[in-house]
């Protein structure tokens, strides 16, 4: 079946500028994440959607980042007025969410290189 | 603060020979743990996890890795490298009141296989 996928694979924009990264996770998954992969921080994790619940956002580096999942199903990382640091490849994935105690297996796409110039 | 550590920035080992790729954690109790593997280009794989139980836990592709409480390792092993085996590896944890679900990963190891 169709796996997570990301858009764009690529993307490069000039310091300043607005960007949006989607992501569609597999079908019925209800749990989404999203993470970043830098040479300098290696991967972090930016925020957690889980069904109908509050995101936890404790990952987002600055207000400047933010994110949404319409419909319990795609997502948008957006980033505002981006710097040379946000510069990375932006990975998400999805999960079924079905222990209580969490540690579901993560499905991760392939990510969207992002270079801001 | 939790973390994950793996010591090994690069490993080079040849096809054929056995691997081992270390992995410590630094957690206030025994987090869930992951080894991902990931290719040029590619995302994230799973290729084992352990939550509690059995302390040697078998992956795919013939990997396998142990979990030692005494020294907060969980280091992954495989008997015989192939080179389709070259990739980047990460071991990652999860746990702590809200954060079962939030990986935390260390800094991965790059595999390299001569022929």
């Known amino acids: 079946g169709a796996g997570v996928s990301q858009s764009p694979s690529n993307k490069v924009t000039e310091k300043g500028k607005d960007v949006e990264l989607r992501c569609d996770p597999i079908?019925?998954?209800?749990?989404l994440y999203w993470y970043r992969q830098s040479l300098g921080q290696g991967l972090e994790f930016l925020i957690y959607?889980?069904?109908?619940?509050?995101?936890?956002k404790s990952g987002l580096p600055s207000d400047r980042f933010s994110a949404e999942r319409t419909g319990g199903s795609v997502s948008t990382l957006t980033i505002q007025r981006t710097q040379q640091e946000d510069s990375a490849v932006y990975l998400c994935?999805?999960?079924?969410?079905?222990?209580?105690?969490?540690?579901?297996?993560?499905?991760f796409g392939p990510g969207t290189r992002l270079t801001v110039l | 603060a939790q973390s994950v550590t793996q010591p090994d920035i690069h490993i080079t080992v040849s096809e054929g020979a056995s691997l081992e790729l270390r992995c410590n954690y630094s957690?206030?109790?025994?987090?869930?743990l992951f080894w991902y593997v990931q290719s040029p280009g590619q995302g994230l794989q799973l290729l084992l996890k352990?939550?509690?139980?059995?302390?040697l836990v078998q992956g795919i592709k013939g990997f396998e890795a142990e979990f030692k409480r005494s020294q907060s390792s969980f280091n992954l092993r495989k008997p015989s490298v192939h080179w389709s085996d070259a990739a980047e590896y990460f071991c990652?944890?999860?746990?702590?009141?809200?954060?079962?679900?939030?990986?935390?990963f260390g800094a991965g190891t790059r595999l390299a296989v001569h022929p």
């Open positions: 352990y939550f509690s139980g059995d302390t």
């Open positions: 990652a944890a999860a746990r702590g009141a809200g954060g079962y679900n939030k990986l935390i």
């Open positions: 957690y206030g109790a025994t987090p869930y």
């Open positions: 959607f889980q069904g109908n619940s509050a995101p936890d």
């Open positions: 079908s019925g998954h209800t749990a």
């Open positions: 994935a999805s999960s079924l969410q079905v222990r209580r105690g969490g540690g579901d297996t993560q499905y």
